[in-house]
């Protein structure tokens, strides 16, 4: 096993910018979502890709979009960023078989900071 | 309505001790999944362990148990023997319903969390 890659591991933006983090699922992985966590708090899902499609989405405006290659490896694009938008992006991956159980695999995350 | 709630901003105890970590859920689906992670300073979420609603024992891995009480909706973690490697942020967290195709109740909630720290 691979492990979830992400990258980049720190990057400061300014308001109104754009910013592209990306996620490389452990290997064999179809699904991948992404998580924002704020400073103090527990992460929210933002939203879940399968097989190159969105599937599942939590409450975060349009201006969060995503993509999932045919690798598995996936995308978070944010645009018009805003201050609030700091916070530690995680991604999360599984291999999807029918089965509920077992646990999700993290990355380490992507530390945004939006000034 | 907080879907999970961790009452403990932060825990302290001693090395080799147990420690118990609370965490309540509130959910009307009857399938449903609890899980733990460690988080520390690096950012990494590490999966500790995994209760289905339906299980009939509690889950256990290694030093890691769950005391699960469905009927009060509680889902506490037990960490047996602490090291001083158990320092980390943990959080509860719940998935519900079944999951449809291509797992679409893949979202997990999470709580706020509980700082641990380890003293030697």
């Known amino acids: 096993e691979t492990g979830v890659t992400q990258s980049p591991t720190h990057l400061i933006k300014t308001r109104g910018q754009q910013v592209t983090l990306r996620c490389s699922s452990q290997s064999g992985h179809n699904t991948v979502s992404w998580y924002q966590q704020a400073l103090g708090q527990g992460p929210q899902f933002i939203f879940q890709y399968y097989r190159e499609e969105e599937n599942g989405r939590g409450n975060f405006p349009p201006r969060f979009s995503g993509l999932q290659f045919p690798n598995y490896s996936s995308e978070l694009n944010v645009n018009a960023l805003e201050l609030d938008d700091s916070a530690l992006y995680l991604c999360a991956s599984r291999l999807w078989t029918g089965k509920i159980r077992g646990g999700y695999t993290f990355g380490s995350g992507t530390r945004l900071t939006v000034v | 309505a907080q879907k999970i709630t961790q009452t403990q901003p932060g825990m302290f105890v001693q090395e080799k001790e147990a420690v118990t970590l609370d965490c309540t859920y509130d959910t009307s689906d009857p399938s449903y999944g609890l899980f733990w992670y460690k988080q520390p300073s690096s950012g990494e979420m590490i999966f500790l362990i995994y209760?289905?609603?339906?299980?009939?024992q509690n889950a256990t891995e290694g030093r890691y148990s769950l005391n699960f009480q469905k009927a009060r909706k509680s889902a506490n973690l037990v960490i047996s023997a602490s090291q001083l490697g158990d320092s980390a942020m943990y959080f509860c967290a719940m998935r519900e319903g079944q999951g449809g195709s291509g797992g679409s109740n893949y979202k997990l909630t999470f709580g706020k969390g509980t700082l641990l720290t380890v003293n030697p």
């Open positions: 209760q289905g609603s339906y299980d009939q």
